[in-house]
């Protein structure tokens, strides 16, 4: 038979044995001077008792007899931190002196023979250095001996300060998500952002970092303290705070420090100094990047050494992430309600600018209806209405550039150009507005070739619409200067005036589309404000870069080009003569084909008058039947016609035995870029936008016939 023997039974110097730390600890302690005395002595129950909670995994203590003297397990000490092993069999009320005032009815009630569950004790513990709330479930039970009598109290503990912190995190991001949403201004956000995130985590300062990588600064603001330290403001290099802990920031890696003193990236002798003086003994450091630069910071640190938990680091990640989504959000409204009344100010704009030239356009036409008009007056509306038309359509031409610029649909020449001629070919353009103006111009070229890799006419653009802009805002009598430079292979172009200048407010947004509004409201300059939009896209074509440059309002302006320099390729000589010019070419059979009647029958009229035989057709069948009984040396061919649309016209044309050979020409009011493009347009011999200059037409028409002849 075998004898199942109890702990009671077993011989009592095993009670302490064991390898692990917190045995050793109990061994090595003086029981002599605890009432509990030797252990050898102790009672069976108490032996019992103590051996199962030393082998659970679970915190338990133990209050034992009169004195309720204290033991508890290895689960247990972690708890206790530096007040073990001096707990040992100690009395219990001197073990938490602080809670002993809560805890001594629930102890009462155990040795009166209760048992008590409490769920979510909440207790403020210190451990490496920090005191931090911490949660558990508590369970009293009686300790009786053989008779029934209660010989102590027993509790078994769980914690659950994880579910504790993971609530407070929950509600805190909750708070500061409601926060931010009702703020619509970014600095507002910043401070509301930082306020609540360091009163929550109990540091001494919280500060927003603006990071300028070409200049290797920091420019701290937007601060928060507890009142212990003093703020953080001002433009620092880099280097103060450690070039380490940029370095690892510019990765988009935080910095994390619970000792700054020991800390690799701040403990140095160049940058430890900084730390202490600003009282900054832990930290953490969360980048805020984009497109893989960083741009931003937020900083948290304390004045006293601080391990940071986990989750406390991901906190603060969360909530930085929160406060920058905010800030890009309310910069992102604030850029739809300011493009949307750029848009306005643009539509307005726009119908004052057609209007303008609509008005003389009317009156011309109405005076040419009236009987007995002399061929002065009416050679003089007729320059009149070409003027307008001409306004008209520099305006539109200069929607469409910018549409087709901006969208990336603009494919440049590239040439070797000398830089020297844009710039006189520019000026040539926008002399006659400064001779008006009487402007002092001054132009300072580099010696030397200077050779940039570009399309010509479009740089004469950049820098007529550059020289334009300068006589514009100048007042009478002022001064503009274009100079020329080149320096570590750019060439750099810089056209400047003393005139009316650029407000503060206004420069960051020169360069985007209809800002003119903003600049001149009184529309004493007119235009649309698409110029200065349309030199930023084509410089940045050219692989360059444009720049504005004003000390405010009446102090003047600058524009700065750059745009990369080439070397010249060795000219090659060419032996070619210049051709003998054609002759006027011979009456030629034209047919029109308009849905526009008044449009057709003007230039069909035009050609007439210039000595061609003319047809008129407004449909593709009507076209059809003209072409079925009668050959045409040439077809004007509107696209946009109703039913068979031109591109179809054309294609049937060049199967008609009477047009099979003829010349083609497009004309349209469209205006796309694609719609002029030989893939898109296979049947036709050349493309036209309205409003088309007749003298293009003709001259057309004359190197045609020309061609036949020779």
Request: proline share 5%; with cysteine.
């Amino acid at each position: 038979m075998h004898v199942i023997k109890t702990a009671a039974d077993a011989p009592k110097a095993t009670l302490f044995e064991g390898e692990d730390p917190f045995r050793s600890a109990l061994r090595g302690r003086d029981w002599s001077t605890t009432a509990l005395g030797d252990p050898d002595a102790w009672p069976a129950l108490l032996r019992t008792t103590y051996a199962l909670m030393l082998d659970s995994h679970f915190p338990m203590i133990l209050a034992w007899g009169r004195e309720l003297s204290f033991l508890y397990n290895a689960a247990y000490a972690p708890i206790l931190y530096t007040r073990h092993p001096a707990a040992l069999g100690a009395p219990m009320c001197e073990v938490w002196p602080e809670y002993w005032n809560v805890v001594q009815p629930v102890v009462v009630r155990s040795l009166l023979g209760e048992t008590t569950y409490t769920e979510d004790v909440v207790r403020r513990i210190e451990h490496d250095g920090v005191t931090e709330e911490r949660s558990f479930n508590t369970s009293y039970s009686p300790v009786r001996d053989a008779d029934g009598t209660v010989a102590g109290v027993i509790c078994v503990i769980s914690e659950h300060t994880a579910r504790l912190r993971l609530e407070q995190r929950q509600a805190f991001q909750l708070q500061v998500a409601d926060r931010l949403r009702e703020l619509s201004d970014p600095q507002a956000i910043f401070s509301a952002t930082i306020e609540l995130l360091g009163r929550y985590l109990k540091v001494s300062r919280v500060v927003i970092g603006e990071y300028d990588c070409e200049q290797g600064q920091v420019t701290f603001s937007s601060n928060f303290t507890d009142g212990t330290v003093a703020e953080l403001s001002g433009s620092f290099d880099c280097a103060v705070f450690g070039r380490d802990n940029f370095a690892l920031l510019e990765t988009g890696a935080s910095w994390i420090a619970a000792d700054t003193a020991k800390d690799p990236c701040s403990a140095g002798a160049l940058v430890w100094p900084a730390f202490q003086s600003l009282q900054i003994h832990a930290g953490v450091l969360v980048p805020r990047t984009r497109n893989g630069n960083l741009i931003s910071c937020l900083f948290i640190n304390h004045s006293e050494v601080r391990p940071w938990r986990e989750d406390e680091v991901q906190l603060i990640k969360d909530v930085a992430d929160r406060m920058w989504n905010a800030i890009e959000r309310v910069r992102a409204e604030a850029a739809l309600v300011q493009a949307d009344r750029r848009k306005d100010q643009f539509l307005a704009l726009l119908a004052h600018e057609l209007r303008n030239p609509l008005a003389p356009i009317s009156a011309a036409a109405e005076l040419l209806k009236l009987p007995h008009v002399d061929s002065a007056r009416a050679h003089a509306t007729g320059t009149i209405i070409a003027r307008q038309v001409s306004h008209m359509t520099g305006l539109v031409d200069d929607l469409l550039d910018v549409s087709r610029v901006t969208r990336g649909l603009v494919e440049i020449d590239r040439q070797e150009i000398d830089i020297k001629r844009v710039v006189a070919d520019a000026i040539e353009q926008v002399r006659p507005l400064m001779d008006t103006r009487r402007h002092h111009l001054a132009v300072q070229l580099a010696p030397g070739d200077t050779y940039v890799g570009g399309d010509y006419q479009r740089l004469v653009q950049v820098l007529a619409n550059l020289c334009n802009n300068a006589a514009k805002y100048t007042p009478q009598g002022g001064r503009i200067e274009v100079t020329m430079d080149s320096a570590d292979g750019e060439v750099i172009i810089r056209v400047s005036d003393d005139g009316v200048g650029i407000s503060s407010e206004l420069l960051p947004h020169v360069f985007e589309l209809f800002s003119q509004a903003e600049r001149n409201t009184d529309r004493a300059q007119g235009g649309l404000g698409l110029g200065l939009a349309l030199v930023r896209s084509l410089v940045d074509l050219h692989g360059g870069s444009v720049t504005a440059a004003s000390e405010g309002l009446d102090k003047g302006s600058t524009f700065t080009v750059r745009l990369p320099r080439i070397a010249k390729t060795p000219a090659v000589e060419n032996d070619r003569q210049p051709g003998a010019a054609r002759a006027p070419g011979a009456c030629l059979k034209l047919l029109v084909v308009d849905d526009n009647v008044d449009g057709a029958q003007m230039l069909a009229m035009y050609l007439e008058a210039s000595g061609h035989d003319v047809a008129v057709a407004h449909t593709g069948p009507a076209a059809l039947q003209q072409v079925a009984g009668a050959s045409f040396d040439a077809c004007l061919l509107d696209i946009g016609l109703p039913g068979m649309d031109g591109n179809e016209l054309a294609r049937r044309l060049r199967t008609e035995r009477n047009t099979r050979a003829a010349l083609l020409i497009a004309v349209t009011g469209y205006g796309q870029q694609t719609d002029g493009h030989a893939s898109e347009r296979p049947h036709f011999d050349h493309y036209l936008v309205k409003p088309v200059d007749p003298m293009a037409i003709v001259n057309l028409l004359s190197t045609h016939s020309n061609a036949r002849v020779n």
